[in-house]
């Protein structure tokens, strides 16, 4: 598994010289939800019953078909880690592919979302305090609020943590529906839901130390996040394994063979019996059809190694008779010494 830190290396990698389009999506997407909550409120300004639950209602359909959109914002990114060509028209790729297969997957997301707030909903909204309450009063109704908001979020980020990778397995699989691929989710999380909880934990300094700019640097922090998620998904899937080993393949191939960092173990037999040096060309092997064939091949090398040998050795033996032929006497060098 990929652990956190290369995570962000690769999600970074990917942003690299793309940040102007990855923020005009997310800002596409954002504005889309600010819109529909403002239309919201202005068809039903009433505080009553009746008002408040129609308001709801709208925003929940509304928030079903911006989720279109945000799933199509996953589709573009998707593309962009993977290297493929990519552009804003990526935001309405379900719409134009299956849109009904997020739009159910989105309903159940929502569902789940409006449970887990809907403690917020109520107590905001029945404890409201009137025009002459004390500031007492609204700071105590102000902090529950906070409180129990942050607590519904909380509960709502780790009940759909299984669910998380729904998208991306839609924009892989069209042939899937809604409910496979939410099973096919759930599955692929089984194991890892530590892991991408702590990896979007990790991102919460980064969120505070965005209040010292205005909160402008969360234009970067967001779509950071969603490339990092992007990338968990691939390393669950396997693609990223496949990307990481090509990669040091790649980097292994403008290595010199003399500075290889392999261990002998990892190189052919060949290379090991005989090491390869600098200043020779390497040999080309020679392909033998069957064993027999190399077998024979190597009989007749040995049996002329042999005859080389034998060779050597006979001139050898050959040579010190020659030297005593020379040294024994000739009949004229007799005659000589008889005369003396």
Request: net charge negative; no cysteine; proline share 5%.
């Amino acid at each position: 598994m990929t652990s956190r830190r290369e995570l962000k290396n690769y999600a970074k990698q990917a942003m690299s010289g793309k940040y102007g389009i990855l923020i005009l999506a997310f800002v596409a997407v954002q504005a889309l939800a600010l819109i529909s909550s403002m239309i919201s409120s202005a068809l039903f300004p009433g505080e009553e019953t009746i008002d408040i639950v129609l308001s709801y209602a709208f925003t929940f359909i509304l928030t079903l078909l911006i989720n279109v959109v945000a799933a199509g914002m996953n589709y573009m990114y998707l593309n962009i880690a993977r290297g493929k060509a990519y552009s804003l028209n990526d935001l309405f790729y379900f719409y134009r592919h299956h849109p009904d297969r997020v739009i159910v997957a989105g309903f159940f997301m929502a569902v789940l979302n409006l449970l887990t707030m809907l403690p917020y909903t109520i107590y905001s909204n029945a404890n409201l305090p009137g025009e002459d309450a004390s500031v007492e009063v609204l700071i105590t109704w102000l902090y529950t609020g906070v409180v129990l908001m942050i607590v519904g979020m909380i509960v709502y980020q780790i009940l759909v943590i299984p669910l998380e990778m729904t998208y991306y397995i839609l924009a892989d699989k069209p042939e899937l529906k809604s409910t496979e691929a939410m099973k096919e989710s759930l599955e692929m999380m089984h194991g890892n839901f530590g892991r991408y909880l702590m990896l979007k934990i990790s991102f919460i300094p980064l969120m505070f130390l965005s209040v010292f700019t205005f909160y402008i640097a969360l234009l970067w922090i967001f779509p950071y996040m969603a490339m990092t998620e992007v990338m968990f998904y691939r390393d669950l899937t396997g693609e990223l394994k496949v990307q990481k080993e090509e990669e040091e393949r790649v980097a292994r191939d403008y290595v010199n063979p003399m500075f290889d960092s392999h261990s002998q173990s990892e190189q052919p037999q060949e290379e090991q019996t005989h090491p390869q040096q600098f200043w020779r060309m390497p040999e080309e092997p020679v392909s033998y059809e069957n064993e027999d064939e190399q077998n024979i091949t190597d009989n007749t090398e040995m049996q002329n190694v042999q005859a080389d040998m034998d060779d050597k050795k006979e001139q050898n033996d050959l040579a010190p008779k020659e030297e005593e032929e020379d040294n024994e006497p000739k009949p004229w060098d007799e005659y000589f010494d008889s005369l003396k």
